[in-house]
């Protein structure tokens, strides 16, 4: 498989679209398990369908409550790996209804295998999560901070 500008577009776009329309199948098809989230308050690790459906919901629960309107990532950069991942790098922007910022745009970086034809994130550096803005940060646990 290989990893070029339209992939990468694709890519962003199906974890990033799912999020305002609610296609769970489609930001769920871009995820290979276990895939780990690393934020500034520690990694999250999804190891089963059961924590990708919760975190999913969660973000959608976020959407509602902060009336997001518009999610924009920015692809900045991808470097192919010898052993046939890629590491991406973009730039996220989070708006609501409103045209208001929810947070300062910020960059992160993930880590995409291809698998069974289809290119799957494993990891992203970086993130900002549902929890900062439902105040849930599982560390698998699902507990409140």
Same mark, same amino acid.
């Given at each position: 498989?290989?990893?070029?500008?339209?992939?990468?577009?694709?890519?962003? *776009?199906?974890?990033? #679209?799912?999020?305002?329309?609610? =296609? %769970?199948?489609?930001?769920?098809?871009?995820?290979?398990?276990?895939?780990?989230?690393?934020? $500034?308050?520690?990694?999250?690790?999804?190891?089963?369908? =059961? =924590? !990708? #459906?919760?975190?999913?919901? +969660? %973000? $959608? +629960? *976020?959407?509602?409550?902060?009336?997001?309107? /518009? !999610? /924009?990532?920015?692809?900045?950069?991808?470097?192919?790996?010898?052993?046939?991942? !890629?590491?991406?790098?973009? #730039?996220?922007?989070?708006?609501?209804?409103?045209?208001?910022?929810?947070?300062?745009? %910020?960059?992160?970086?993930?880590? !995409?295998?291809? =698998?069974?034809?289809?290119?799957?994130?494993?990891?992203?550096?970086?993130?900002?999560? /549902?929890? /900062?803005?439902?105040?849930?940060?599982?560390?698998?646990?699902?507990? $409140? #901070?």
């Amino acid at each position: 498989m290989t990893f070029d500008d339209a992939a990468f577009e694709d890519l962003l *776009a199906d974890i990033t #679209e799912p999020f305002l329309t609610g =296609d %769970y199948a489609r930001w769920r098809n871009r995820l290979r398990l276990p895939c780990t989230f690393v934020t $500034q308050a520690g990694p999250i690790t999804l190891a089963s369908e =059961d =924590d !990708v #459906e919760r975190s999913f919901a +969660m %973000y $959608q +629960m *976020a959407v509602r409550s902060m009336g997001l309107a /518009h !999610v /924009h990532h920015k692809p900045l950069h991808f470097d192919p790996c010898p052993d046939g991942t !890629v590491i991406i790098t973009y #730039e996220t922007n989070i708006l609501r209804r409103d045209g208001s910022r929810i947070m300062p745009p %910020y960059t992160a970086s993930a880590l !995409v295998h291809p =698998d069974d034809g289809t290119w799957r994130l494993s990891s992203i550096m970086n993130a900002m999560g /549902h929890h /900062h803005w439902t105040g849930t940060h599982p560390f698998l646990s699902g507990d $409140q #901070e």
